[in-house]
Structure formats: structure tokens, C-alpha cells
């Protein structure tokens, strides 16, 4: 079974590829928002479940969503016909860091996706080249809580901590006018969520020859969460405005 599949399995009941409630999503987009008819970009959209959300409750919001993952495209345009909003989304198959329009946008969001552009830094870097006067980003990044595992760094690398990562995205020329620290509920019921999915479809398809391998896969991720990072890993999002001068 693909990685792409596996994720699948694991996000059926949590979407939303990030440790946060959906009332914490709801909160971020009004946030970002705040007429509800912008042009909006997601780098890195996935399934584009934020674009989805947006769109089905902002009738004049119009969307683009970029990613590489032909499947989650395709379940993203499925979605959004049966939503009723196909019509006010565009989906683009590429790198988001190669991404390019002609028109900016009012709202650009990257959510757990800054591996795509090399870091937060340079995400934002990217995010500034398709904002229009006076647009948000809505960025999602991971931080180290506490002093991590040398377990922990092997596989999340070397984070920051909340203050040194909020600290820095200010000396870049962003000020943030909203943000959200992930609750220890919120970052527990994302993994509980996505390993229970997995271990419960292979109990649910024993017959499958993915099975075993899915099922030793929820097992690994659950213990390296347990024993490796749920006491030191964080996750933030911030909704940011460029900084006048």
C-alpha cells in the first residue's frame, strides 16, 4: 500500500491534516476571512479541506489550491462537486514552490506544509510573492514544547521553540494578528485519530495483503509518538500580516 493510501486510511476521521479541532479551524478562517469574499491560495493543499470549509460557508469566496498528489486533487474536485462550490475552485497538480499567477491573492494559507518550500522562512518567503496590499497568511508550523528527544529531532528535526519560532517570522516582516497554540486534547485526538483509523481498518480487512503491513505501520507511529515526541511536540498557527515600514 502507498503512503498516499496510508494517509488516506489515517485521516478518514480527522481530515484536517494538523492537530486541531474544527472549531479551531472555524476560528482561523474567520480570522483570515474577514469579508468572505477573498481570493484565497492554499501551498500545499492536499485535499484542500481548508478551501472546502471556507468555501461552503463564503457564497462569493473564490478559491485555488496547489499540490503534487494527483489522488488528493482528485478526492479535493470530488468533494468540492458534491459541496456545490466546484465552480469557485481551482486545483493546480505541481509544486507548490514553483506555483505561479498572474493575480494575487487576499489570503494565502500553508498549513503543515513548510517542508514543501524548506522551512517556515522560506515558506513565507513564498507566501509574500502571492499577496495582494493588505492580505493574511494563515501558516501552520511545528515547535518544540519542551527539549525533545534525541528520538524527537531525528524525526521532526531541529525546531525551534514557540517564542524563538513567533520571534522569528516578526524579524521577517510579519506581524501577527491572531494565532493558535494546539491544546495537549487537540494534539492527542490527532494521533489517536489517525493510528486508530489505521489499526482499525487492518483489524476491519484481515483478508487484505496491506493488512499486516498497515497494521505494524499504526503500531510503529503510535509508539514512536508515545515514546518518542507527545511530550515535547508542539504546533502552532498564526494568521500574519506583512509589517508596515
Do not use: N
Not at 488516506?8 to 474577514?34: C, F, M, N, Q, Y
Not at 482528485?74 to 507548490?96: F, K, N, P
Not at 481498518?201 to 515514546?227: F, G, I
Amino acid at each position: 500500500m502507498s503512503r498516499e493510501q496510508i494517509s488516506a486510511i489515517a485521516h478518514a476521521d480527522h481530515p484536517i491534516k494538523s492537530p486541531l479541532a474544527d472549531e479551531s479551524v472555524g476560528r482561523l478562517l474567520e480570522r483570515g476571512l474577514p469579508r468572505g469574499d477573498e481570493r484565497v491560495l492554499d501551498l500545499g493543499c492536499g485535499t484542500a479541506e481548508w478551501l472546502l470549509r471556507a468555501l461552503a460557508t463564503r457564497p462569493h469566496l473564490h478559491a485555488e489550491g496547489v499540490d503534487v498528489s494527483e489522488v488528493s486533487l482528485t478526492r479535493a474536485r470530488r468533494a468540492a462537486s458534491e459541496l456545490g462550490v466546484a465552480d469557485r475552485l481551482v486545483l493546480h497538480q505541481q509544486e507548490a514552490a514553483d506555483f505561479g499567477s498572474p493575480r494575487p491573492y487576499d489570503l494565502v494559507i500553508s498549513v503543515g506544509a513548510t517542508h514543501a518550500f524548506g522551512g517556515l522562512l522560506p515558506t513565507l518567503a513564498a507566501a509574500r510573492k502571492h499577496l495582494a496590499p493588505g492580505g493574511r497568511v494563515l501558516i501552520g508550523e511545528s515547535y518544540w514544547d519542551r527539549a525533545p528527544s534525541p528520538e524527537a529531532v531525528e524525526m521532526f528535526g531541529d525546531l525551534a521553540d514557540l517564542a524563538t519560532t513567533v520571534d522569528s517570522v516578526v524579524a521577517d516582516g510579519w506581524t501577527p494578528v491572531h494565532g493558535h497554540v494546539s491544546t495537549r486534547s487537540e494534539l492527542d485526538s490527532y494521533e489517536w485519530a489517525c493510528w486508530g483509523s489505521l489499526a482499525a481498518w487492518a483489524l476491519d480487512h484481515p483478508a487484505d495483503p496491506a493488512a499486516a503491513q498497515v497494521l505494524e505501520t499504526a503500531t510503529a507511529a503510535r509508539s514512536d509518538w508515545l515514546h518518542g515526541y507527545r511530550d515535547s511536540f508542539g504546533f502552532l498557527c498564526l494568521v500574519l500580516r506583512r509589517t508596515a515600514v
